[in-house]
């Protein structure tokens, strides 16, 4: 494995960290059991993995706490999230408040490493940082929480407003970022200004389904041709992305590798986010975050056919729609 440091926050953090959330949800959205789903977060330690990303939407930090408990927690970063919409009899602060607790009590520890909230989007934002923020930074006070940060919407807010703004408070050490092959604009609308500012970045949807599964990845293609937003072969190629996937001159095995490693490579990417319930999985997304980058010709490619598309492959969990909190 190979670690940096989560920006401002100076936490050593390995750049491949385990998601809890999206479509796996440790393999538990997938069918697996929660013992697999334990081993999986034990397997991705041993491969040294410490950094997990968690939520209370998810349904996975009790899973996720009983398998800590079999880790040194000053060897893990842990990160969790609240989602707190508006309206409500309680106030936002009270809930923040509440799911905190309710947080440290499921994941079985004394502090987050990283508390954010959960997909806020342009719009709430100016409430989260005015009543939000505060009550939470009292909790910092108390020792619960080690540093604040703010996650995306994801397909809300495709040129990344919320965080272009939140990266100039200095309340929120880190953001996480949508970022990937086909939605590539965070590396001129946010990179430039979460490294200025020393903010830690967690990058989610590298490969989501677009880059898993090949007829979605298919279908879209098709659409963005039909819509003349990418070039007219690509609509109807077998194989659209093969030109990524070549043995010689350091070429990808396959897509969802190549995905990994283009994100892995950018600058002001701290921690690439990968999701998986699945123990090959695990393996081969480690070892494609730790290749080097792809090849110059195929990022000159990516670029030419992709490096102008907004906010695709950014898709919401079935079991939630209209909420990209996953
Ligand atoms: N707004 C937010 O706060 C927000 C939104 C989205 C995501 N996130 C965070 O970001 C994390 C990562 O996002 P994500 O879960 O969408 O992860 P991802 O890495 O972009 O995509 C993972 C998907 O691809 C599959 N997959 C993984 N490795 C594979 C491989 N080697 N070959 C084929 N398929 C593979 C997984 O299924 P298998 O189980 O079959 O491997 C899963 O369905 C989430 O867990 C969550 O922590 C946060």
């Given at each position: 494995m190979e670690y940096t440091t989560l920006g401002r926050t100076g936490l050593k953090v390995s750049v491949a960290g385990l998601g809890?959330?999206?479509?796996?949800?440790?393999?538990?959205?997938?069918?697996k059991s929660e013992a697999d789903a334990i081993r999986l977060v034990g397997e991705a330690f041993?491969?040294?993995?410490?950094?997990?990303?968690?939520?209370?939407?998810?349904?996975?930090?009790?899973v996720l706490g009983k398998a800590l408990k079999a880790l040194p927690r000053d060897q893990v970063v842990i990160t969790t999230k609240a989602w707190i919409p508006r309206g409500?009899?309680?106030?936002?602060?009270e809930r923040a408040i509440a799911s905190l607790d309710n947080s440290l009590k499921e994941l079985g520890t004394d502090y987050i490493d990283v508390f954010q909230l959960h997909g806020v989007s342009p719009r709430a934002y100016d409430h989260a940082r005015d009543a939000i923020a505060?009550?939470?930074?009292?909790?910092?006070?108390?020792g619960k929480i080690r540093f604040l940060g703010v996650t995306e919407t994801g397909s809300g807010d495709a040129?990344?407003?919320?965080?272009?703004?939140?990266?100039?408070?200095?309340?929120w050490d880190v953001v996480m970022v949508a970022f990937h092959m086909m939605h590539p604009n965070a590396r001129t609308l946010v990179f430039p200004r979460t490294i200025a500012n020393g903010v830690g970045t967690l990058i989610m949807f590298a490969v989501r389904n677009i880059f898993s599964k090949p007829q979605r990845l298919k279908a879209e293609l098709?659409?963005?041709?039909?819509?003349?937003?990418?070039?007219r072969w690509l609509?109807?190629?077998?194989?659209?992305?093969?030109f990524l996937i070549h043995e010689d001159g350091g070429g990808a095995l396959n897509v969802t590798e190549a995905a990994y490693r283009f994100v892995r490579h950018e600058p002001g990417v701290d921690v690439v986010l990968f999701g998986t319930g699945d123990r090959e999985h695990l393996r081969a997304n480690i070892a494609a975050i730790l290749k080097p980058p792809l090849p110059d010709t195929d990022r000159?490619?990516?670029?030419?056919?992709?490096?102008?598309?907004?906010?695709?492959?950014?898709?919401?969990?079935?079991?939630?729609?209209?909420l990209n909190l996953h």
């Amino acid at each position: 494995m190979e670690y940096t440091t989560l920006g401002r926050t100076g936490l050593k953090v390995s750049v491949a960290g385990l998601g809890c959330g999206g479509f796996s949800r440790l393999g538990l959205g997938t069918g697996k059991s929660e013992a697999d789903a334990i081993r999986l977060v034990g397997e991705a330690f041993a491969l040294g993995v410490n950094l997990f990303d968690t939520a209370a939407v998810y349904g996975t930090e009790a899973v996720l706490g009983k398998a800590l408990k079999a880790l040194p927690r000053d060897q893990v970063v842990i990160t969790t999230k609240a989602w707190i919409p508006r309206g409500s009899e309680r106030s936002a602060g009270e809930r923040a408040i509440a799911s905190l607790d309710n947080s440290l009590k499921e994941l079985g520890t004394d502090y987050i490493d990283v508390f954010q909230l959960h997909g806020v989007s342009p719009r709430a934002y100016d409430h989260a940082r005015d009543a939000i923020a505060p009550v939470l930074l009292d909790q910092q006070a108390k020792g619960k929480i080690r540093f604040l940060g703010v996650t995306e919407t994801g397909s809300g807010d495709a040129e990344h407003e919320m965080v272009q703004r939140s990266v100039d408070d200095a309340v929120w050490d880190v953001v996480m970022v949508a970022f990937h092959m086909m939605h590539p604009n965070a590396r001129t609308l946010v990179f430039p200004r979460t490294i200025a500012n020393g903010v830690g970045t967690l990058i989610m949807f590298a490969v989501r389904n677009i880059f898993s599964k090949p007829q979605r990845l298919k279908a879209e293609l098709q659409q963005l041709a039909a819509a003349g937003k990418v070039t007219r072969w690509l609509g109807h190629a077998p194989n659209p992305l093969g030109f990524l996937i070549h043995e010689d001159g350091g070429g990808a095995l396959n897509v969802t590798e190549a995905a990994y490693r283009f994100v892995r490579h950018e600058p002001g990417v701290d921690v690439v986010l990968f999701g998986t319930g699945d123990r090959e999985h695990l393996r081969a997304n480690i070892a494609a975050i730790l290749k080097p980058p792809l090849p110059d010709t195929d990022r000159r490619m990516l670029a030419k056919y992709f490096g102008h598309l907004v906010g695709v492959g950014l898709d919401p969990p079935v079991y939630m729609p209209g909420l990209n909190l996953h």
